[in-house]
């Protein structure tokens, strides 16, 4: 039986492919395993049946047999330790590509995340003004940081790993800001993740239920 994921049945980001489901069916595309998915209202995911699940009723989830977790970090490092091709066999570059995974979650996505929301929820404020460019400086700084590290290489260490699955994910969700055009190497980064095959496959499926949902 191929394990379950659940992701919005309505996504708010409308197709873009920034939701982390997203991570998950990358994930599950890069190796190659089969899954399903289970669309939830907003008004489901803070249902008991869901916050069995998901204990903050969000999504992502992840079922498989008598395994249910949340948390798209946790899940896609579980993913990378079960099958070949997110990990590296060597034990200290596995441990590195690890670190990137909560590097990505940790150090890049709060800045990222605090700007977006920002620039969603913000606009009409007395505040947003002047609070806009000390919130891109903070991400400014990370980009700067992560360019500086990734030099000229393709990705963060050798391979592609689950550290760079994270990492591009994350900054995808910088694509309204514009910020992201000012470091030519991490664009370039970035469009090298969504080039892969598996990111193809996993952004048609999202992008299908988004589809699905709009009306005609």
């Known amino acids: 039986m191929a394990p379950t994921i659940t992701a919005f049945e309505s996504s708010p980001d409308r197709g873009r492919g920034q939701a982390r489901d997203m991570r998950l069916r990358w994930a599950l595309e890069e190796v190659g395993q089969p899954?399903?998915?289970?669309?939830?209202?907003?008004?489901?995911?803070?249902?008991p049946a869901h916050l069995a699940l998901h204990p903050f009723g969000q999504i992502p989830t992840y079922e498989d047999r008598d395994l249910a977790l949340f948390e798209s970090g946790a899940i896609v490092?579980?993913?990378?330790?079960?099958?070949?091709?997110?990990?590296?066999?060597?034990?200290?570059?596995?441990?590195?590509?690890?670190?990137?995974?909560?590097?990505?979650?940790?150090?890049?996505?709060?800045?990222?995340v605090e700007l977006g929301m920002a620039m969603l929820f913000e606009r009409d404020r007395s505040w947003y003004a002047e609070r806009l460019p000390m919130l891109q400086d903070r991400v400014r700084v990370r980009l700067g940081e992560l360019s500086r590290r990734l030099g000229g290489?393709?990705?963060?260490?050798?391979?592609?790993?689950?550290?760079?699955?994270?990492?591009?994910?994350?900054?995808?969700?910088?694509?309204?800001?514009?910020?992201?055009?000012?470091?030519?190497?991490?664009a370039a980064y970035v469009a090298r993740g969504e080039a892969r095959p598996a990111f193809k496959r996993a952004f048609a499926a999202q992008l299908a239920v988004f589809r699905a949902a709009s009306p005609h």
């Open 153 to 186: 290489a393709d990705w963060l260490d050798g391979a592609f790993s689950a550290g760079d699955l994270m990492m591009v994910t994350v900054l995808r969700r910088l694509s309204a800001s514009g910020l992201l055009d000012e470091y030519p190497d991490l």
């Open 77 to 112: 490092l579980h993913l990378a330790e079960r099958h070949d091709g997110l990990l590296p066999a060597d034990a200290s570059a596995r441990a590195r590509a690890i670190a990137w995974m909560f590097a990505a979650l940790n150090t890049l996505e709060p800045p990222i």
């Open 35 to 47: 899954y399903d998915v289970r669309l939830v209202s907003f008004a489901a995911m803070k249902q």
